[in-house]
């Protein structure tokens, strides 16, 4: 059965075609907010939480992405919620003095592996981490990700910039541990 369809299903509160969705997309979904939270029992709750918001608003699901995009985006801002709701701080920047290019150059060595990167990407404090995810991971970009956690593009901009720093670093030191 096609998407299209069991979306106009679940429009008309079908719980068969609610379960079939369920079951198409939650280890995907699982994995993003796992990504996010980084805790098992939270990860589970913000992706069921996310179906939960995505079936009560599927009247506003116009299909001009695909139902998978849609609902990610979903999963991915009930993961911030949570992450707000501990009450995350990003730090405080001073938008006068920082000023960084979004063009610049950012490549790691060809032998990293993805494992790696997202290992190094764990490491980066939290104000950081969040934002080199909804870059470099989701393709979000600087206004989207402004909105999204409530900073500045400005601050958002300077902690991507930060955070691959810290990344490239962590890369680096770990091509010489492993003697490559």
């Known amino acids: 059965m096609s998407n299209t369809l069991l979306v106009e299903q679940c429009r008309q509160h079908n719980r068969k075609a609610q379960m079939a ?8 979904m699982f994995i993003v907010a796992n990504r996010y939270l980084k805790d098992t029992a939270a990860a589970e709750d913000a992706m069921q939480e996310a179906f939960i918001k995505a079936f009560q608003k599927l009247h506003q699901f116009k299909g001009d992405v695909t139902f998978g995009a849609w609902l990610k985006r979903i ?11 501990k009450k995350l701080e990003l730090q405080t920047i001073n938008e006068e003095v920082i000023s960084i290019a979004d063009d610049e150059d950012w490549s790691v060595a060809d032998s990293t592996t993805i494992p790696e990167v997202y290992s190094a990407i764990e490491k980066l404090p939290d104000n950081y981490k969040v ?50």
């Open 21 to 28: 969705l369920y079951k198409q997309y939650c280890d995907g």
């Open 75 to 85: 999963v991915i801002n009930t993961c911030l919620d949570t992450i707000k709701a």
């Open 131 to 180: 934002v080199v995810q909804l870059f470099l991971l989701e393709g979000y970009d600087h206004q989207e990700i402004s909105q999204i956690l409530g900073i500045s593009e400005s601050a958002s901009r300077t902690n991507l910039h930060r955070g691959k720093l810290q990344l490239k670093e962590t890369l680096k030191h770990l091509q010489y541990e492993t003697g490559s």
